[in-house]
């Protein structure tokens, strides 16, 4: 399988333990992104790495969390100090880069997500 | 901030009846991406629209970009239980630099009863 892999697909944590999150991309894929859905809610943007850089990063992201992607392959998303409210899916997806602006669009690929439910 | 509102937010109907939902834009979009979720999974790419006035289509589910580009349709004829699901309209956020930043739709739950 080929596709976007995350691990694990659930994960139940006491409320204040830290968890962290891997995402392996599609292998040729320079684009990795976080992504965060709650129930009911379609998935919000979390950050995003072109190669091993993180470019960006949303107001989402607290200080709490932590994304890395060292060697531009696999990234992994840490969450300290979870609290209740950080319970949702956490989606990972990568996509080709795209070098000009005017250049065709490409699909992002998902991954199953991971589940958090902090108790 | 550029946000999508689709609707109707939940559909029920009956297997082999067709059905369309729609996303709307605040914003100009300059690409609008349509994926499907089954509950508790990951997302599967449908269709990617970008020019005003585009249409594609797949087996039986046809997407739509109107001419202004700030809303668009899906439409599933003679649906089928394959087709339940969520259904989630995203939107590139950027065009710089060429990112990819999907803003998301609420999402459409769709229910097809046999």
């Known amino acids: 399988d080929t596709g976007v892999s995350q691990n694990p697909r659930h994960k139940i944590t006491k409320r204040g333990q830290n968890v962290t999150f891997r995402c392996d991309p599609i292998?040729?894929?320079?684009?990795l992104y976080w992504y965060r859905q709650t129930l009911g809610q379609g998935p919000e943007f979390l950050t995003y790495f072109q190669n091993e850089a993180q470019l960006e990063k949303s107001r989402l992201l607290s200080d709490r969390f932590s994304a890395e992607r060292p060697k531009g392959s696999f990234s992994t998303l840490e969450i300290q100090r979870t609290e209740q409210g950080d319970s949702a899916m956490y989606l990972c997806?990568?996509?080709?880069?795209?070098?000009?602006?005017?250049?065709?669009?490409?699909?992002?690929?998902f991954g199953q997500g991971t589940r958090l439910t902090v108790v | 901030s550029q946000e999508l509102e689709q609707s109707p937010q939940s559909l029920i109907v009956q297997e082999g009846k067709n059905l369309t939902i729609n996303c709307t834009s605040s914003?100009?979009?300059?690409?609008l991406y349509w994926y499907k979720q089954k509950y508790g999974e990951g997302l599967i790419f449908l269709m990617m629209l970008q020019k005003g006035g585009e249409e594609k289509s797949h087996e039986k589910i046809t997407a739509k970009l109107d001419e202004k580009k700030q809303q668009s349709s899906l439409h599933i004829t003679a649906s089928q239980p394959s087709h339940a699901g969520i259904y989630l309209c995203?939107?590139?956020?950027?065009?710089?630099?060429?990112?990819?930043?999907?803003?998301f739709g609420q999402g459409t739950r769709l229910t097809i009863n046999p």
């Open positions: 914003k100009t979009l300059y690409g």
């Open positions: 995203g939107a590139d956020g950027l065009i710089i630099q060429g990112a990819q930043k999907l803003v």
């Open positions: 292998s040729e894929h320079n684009r």
């Open positions: 997806a990568s996509s080709p880069v795209r070098r000009l602006a005017y250049e065709k669009n490409t699909e992002a690929f």
